[in-house]
């Protein structure tokens, strides 16, 4: 499992566990995970956004 994937699964769990969106994102080469409404930075560094409740039931 590549850095990239284990950071998409460990982002949307985080989504699912706080139950608001999570921006995930790349700077300088290192990935970083926040809270959506807390992100301030480029957009062009973002990767994915994770919504919980675009996704379903987290069970």
Known sequence: MS??????NHALDLART?????TL?????EIGVMPSAEY??????II????PFAYGSAH
């Open 25 to 29: 994102f790349e700077i300088d080469g």
């Open 48 to 51: 994915n956004e994770y919504d």
């Open 40 to 45: 301030d930075g480029d957009e062009g560094a």
């Open 18 to 22: 706080l139950m608001v969106p999570v």
């Open 3 to 8: 850095d990239l994937s284990l950071a998409q």
